[in-house]
Each structure stands twice: as structure tokens, then as C-alpha cells.
């Protein structure tokens, strides 16, 4: 099978360690196992990151993943869990410490992944490596994916200083890390979306019971001027979210004649619809075992996303 020029491709969510689930996906999106990995003789997958931590198969799922992309059947970006995989064993050599500090939470929230690693300690720098080969945003001429948010500005301004197109590097990892940068704004926009402080000391418990004091945004609706119309999270949170106007800016501009951009992050839930005419979010919360679905869009060159184009399968993984 070769697909070397591909006009059409299959924009897959996050997938969180469930590799069972991801291969009945590429199933059904009609790949076939040949030669090393998963091929489509017309396609491409495009992978929007969080490949680790949660599920049961951590080292599967980057298996199945790398050898499409260096087999050239696939894309991917990186992800927030993958960048936090990195700065969690990377030394700030300011600060001391790691650039992602040990604390109970944080490693609460990686166990899945730091356990794969102790089973297979040999496989742990090389893992990382390819982490640090993920793009942090793709851009394909005429559609684009990100993990949560493409903020232009912040692009232009890391392509600018690093002179690279969405890759990581060492001198970025750090910047990224200490919030004193501007490139911790940055990347926090692509990798883990824009978020605004909840009014008045205000809190609520996200899908794995963390309580947070701010919220994620609809940061391209410019139509949702309230906190409750623009937060994106869990519907059982609506509750502590109050509709007063948003004191501050919340959006980072993407308009309707720009390539339609695939996302993932948001832990979607319900039927999968698109966000905007051009723009989709992939990822329906597959580590919610209850209600977890892996979902595709595929993408055929249309300028206006049409949510018959999902393709989702449930979680299989106990």
C-alpha cells in the first residue's frame, strides 16, 4: 500500500493508553495491518496527541502510533500529557527541582505512564525522545491540527525565535516551563487551551475530580460573552459556573475562512458535532470508561466540517 500524496485524512482524538480501542478505530476506518503498522492505500491519520497516561496500554499505543508516522501513513502532534511526561523527568536548571514538579497530584495524574515505565525502564529515554520529535502544531496547507488551540500570534512568535516550525527544543522546553515567559502563555494555549479565572473565587471539580479555580474557554466563539456560555468541560460543572459577562479577553481569533483545524483535549461528551463550521474537536473522552469513545473525522477536503464525517467506537478496555 502507498498513500505518499493523500488529498484525505482521519483527524484522531486523544487516546490515553487505551490501544485496544484505537486499533478497533483503525478498523473501522477501514486500515489494514502490513508491513509493521496500520495503512490506508488513499488516507492518512492525523493524531492530535495525548497518547499516555490513563489506560492500560501506554507503550502499545506509542508503538502503533510512531511506526504509522515513520512509515509515513500518519501525522501527529504533541499533546499536554506528553510535553508533562517530559518535563517531569527534565532538571530545571533554573529553579531546581523538574521543570513538572513530583507532587502527589502530578504523579497521580502520570502513574499510568511512570508504571509502564518501570516495567520497561530501557524504553523511557527513547520514548521521551520521540515525544520531543512531536510537532507542536501541523499545519497542511489546507487544514491544520493542534492539540487544543491554535493561537497564530503565539506561533508566529515561537517560529520567529526558534526558528522552527512547531518542533520542541531543549532551550523552548524550559522557556515553556517558567511562567515568567511568554512562552509559557504559548504553549499553554496550544497544548492545554486558553483558560480564564472564575469570578469571585469560584471553583468546580473537572472529569477526574481536580477542583479548579479556572475554567477552559470556547476560545473562538466570539458569540459566547458570558462565563457560563463560554466554558467547554464537564456539563455536570455548569452548575458552578455563573452567567455573568467575562471580565477580561478570552478569545484568540480564528476566522470562519481560515482551514478547517481539528483539536482534541476537551473531553467532549454526547454526539460528536463540530465546534464552528471550520473547526472540530476529536477527542470524546476515551479514559471515562462509563461514557469513553474514540472518535474520528474524516477529512476530504471540505472548507465546511459536516458532523456526518465522525466515526467513534467505544472504549474496550476494562
Request: hydrophobic share 35%.
Amino acid at each position: 500500500m502507498t498513500n505518499k500524496n493523500p488529498t484525505s485524512y482521519d483527524f484522531i482524538g486523544d487516546i490515553h493508553g487505551c490501544h485496544d480501542t484505537l486499533v478497533s478505530l483503525l478498523q473501522a476506518l477501514d486500515y489494514q495491518y502490513s508491513d509493521g503498522c496500520y495503512r490506508h492505500e488513499r488516507r492518512q491519520a492525523v493524531f492530535v496527541g495525548d497518547f499516555v497516561d490513563r489506560g492500560p496500554h501506554q507503550i502499545e499505543v506509542i508503538d502503533t502510533v510512531r511506526a504509522m508516522v515513520d512509515a509515513g501513513q500518519a501525522h501527529a502532534v504533541m499533546g499536554n500529557h506528553e510535553f508533562n511526561a517530559i518535563a517531569y523527568v527534565t532538571e530545571d536548571k533554573k529553579y531546581g527541582g523538574y521543570l513538572r514538579a513530583h507532587t502527589e497530584r502530578n504523579e497521580r495524574n502520570h502513574w499510568a505512564f511512570l508504571e509502564a515505565m518501570q516495567a520497561s525502564p530501557e524504553r523511557y529515554d527513547e520514548l521521551l525522545e520521540w515525544f520531543m520529535t512531536l510537532p507542536l502544531w501541523l499545519d497542511l496547507g489546507d487544514v491544520r491540527a493542534v492539540h487544543a488551540c491554535w493561537d497564530r500570534d503565539g506561533i508566529a512568535f515561537l517560529k520567529e525565535k526558534y526558528a522552527t516550525d512547531g518542533l520542541m527544543t531543549e532551550a523552548l522546553l524550559h522557556a515553556a516551563s517558567d511562567p515568567e515567559n511568554p512562552e509559557f502563555e504559548i504553549v499553554e494555549n496550544l497544548l492545554k487551551g486558553k483558560t480564564i479565572k472564575l469570578a469571585d473565587g469560584l471553583s468546580y471539580q473537572d472529569s477526574v475530580g481536580v477542583t479548579r479555580h479556572y475554567m477552559r474557554v470556547r476560545w473562538w466563539d466570539a458569540d459566547a460573552t458570558t462565563y457560563k456560555a463560554a466554558f467547554i468541560g464537564p456539563p455536570a460543572a455548569l452548575s458552578h459556573i455563573e452567567d455573568d459577562p467575562i471580565d477580561g479577553d478570552h478569545l484568540i481569533e480564528y476566522g470562519h475562512n481560515e482551514p478547517p483545524l481539528f483539536i482534541g483535549h476537551y473531553w467532549m461528551q454526547g454526539k460528536p458535532t463540530p465546534l464552528s463550521p471550520n473547526i472540530a474537536c476529536v477527542d470524546y473522552s476515551i479514559a471515562r470508561r462509563e461514557i469513553g469513545k474514540l472518535c474520528a473525522y474524516r477529512w476530504d477536503g471540505e472548507t465546511e466540517l459536516d458532523a456526518q464525517k465522525f466515526v467513534c467506537v467505544p472504549r474496550l478496555e476494562p
